[in-house]
């Protein structure tokens, strides 16, 4: 029999799952993925020394950035993610490209049982005396820990482990030869509010890797304690003008995120924090409106190929409201920084641009591998390797995928989406609050096989279209996640999917389905919790060869299927990951 190929077009997420159990079941080959995104812009066409915000779109939570002579080095958060923490460069800070992961080696720091919003927080880095250096926290497994590198590309050690309380450690090398850490840890004796936390610093020895000498607090609770503030967090140390500056993240990373900054004479203080803080916020500002901004926070501040300072940074782009299918963005923006003065990234009331000026002299280039704005990205499957877009929920333990002459084959398993394993599942960010996402997939020829595109937030919100077969006929059904069905039916804005298969055109083996909209809820810092994670709207669907027998189904697999899935991740949580593909 021929084998039937089965077409998809999504508006949010793509892919591939599998189970940790060998199982004879053949593999399923998807010959190739597209993505296309198609956002309003703010400007057309930019000037020659203007640059898009973010600069990475989707999913790249929480920034930290080195310098390294006329070198650039930025990383990002990715929960339980794999491979872990990207690491991009640039020369320029506005032009990046990736150049390989922190995490890359499925033994080097196993994410075993971990929700999707959990695992690696916050890490950062630095270099000092030709080794580069990643602190990070791995929650709920662990706690901090240090990586080490010659060359940021790779490889990186194993994780050295440090002991100590508290998340969002970063490293600060002063003139004199010593290192500190600083984190964010609970204050001491009880807290005072929901909240409370505390900024610590204790000296590190870089060369042992390990904490040396006594803990101090250097802030408790933020700027002002008399207005309780909270999750002071995402600690950075910079040394300018005979000043030591702390800056920090202040009022958690939702909406009324912020930064703010004090500064010392001296590396362990006390600190005096600056009368007009914050130094960057939009909580003030409706960021409903057309081209709003939320969420600012968790900067890094570098010094500039022009000289002059930057900040990198977090924040949002909602959609419809109170929805973010992107997840927390990395922004790009001057700082002012006058002499022995205080460092302003941007005044209060003024939103965060999403077309700014670049540093002096930098051109914005095409890349390969787009990073913001419009773009359309192919991936053929020709090379022998995977592009490293693609990520996987949580570390494998065996491979489940195949890479064979401009095809990629995933072995269907039992792992679900829901559970808190590595199922046979590739991802790829979503960058756009309005794409489409293509794959030409065959249909599984196995009993209780089925493959397709998904759409996932989490363990608990998620929704794929997934093909099988039943005697000769393929059947497409489009499946909830266990905490979104509990009803009969799907959300009322999902059941058009239902309607566009019932009206489809019986022709070839093909299905086309386009117009599904991503609506997930802008992240907080509790587990993610969607009134809405899908909007579609199917403005038509082509289903080819003999006869489909098209449905919907709100019940989740059962663990006795076996299913492959290629998704697209949208990015949740507060800190939480982006959706990622099955």
Known sequence: MMMKKLLLTSMLTLGLARTLIADPTPKVGFDWFEYRGEDPEPKATLAADEFRNPILTGFYPDPSICQVGEDYYLINSTFSYFPGIPIFHSRDLVNWKQIGHVIDRPDQLPYDKLGVSRAIFAPAISYHNGTFYVVCTMVDAGGNFV???????????DPTWLHFEGI?????????GRAWMLNNGAPIGE??????????????????????????????????????????????IYKKDGWYYLCCAEGGTSVNHSQVILRSRAVDGPYEPWSGNPIITQRDLDGAVPFGVTSTGHADLVEGPDGKWWAVFLAVRPYDGRHSPMGRETFLLPVDWPEGGWPTILESGKRVPLVAKTPAGVKVQSGSVPLNGNFTWRDDFDSKTLSPLWIMLRAPHETWWQLDQGRLSLKPRAETLWGDGNPSFFARRVQHANFTATTAVEVPSAAGVSAGLAVFQGERFHYFAAASRDGDSVVLRWKNSPAASPRKSAPRNCRSLRRACSSASMRRDRFAASRIRPMARRGRRSSPRPTRNCSPRMSRAVSSARRWACTRDSTPLRSKRRSAFFLIPQSAGSRGPAPSLC
């Open 191 to 236: 807290p005072l509010y929901s909240g409370h936390r505390a900024i610590w610093i204790q000296e590190f020895d870089p060369v042992n890797l390990k904490m040396i000498g006594p803990r101090k607090v250097l802030v408790n609770g933020g700027v002002d304690i008399s207005k309780k503030p909270v999750w002071i967090e995402g600690p950075h």
């Open 147 to 157: 990586m080490t590198a010659k060359d940021p590309a790779g490889p990186w050690s």
């Open 168 to 176: 969002d450690p970063s490293i600060f090398f002063d003139d004199d």
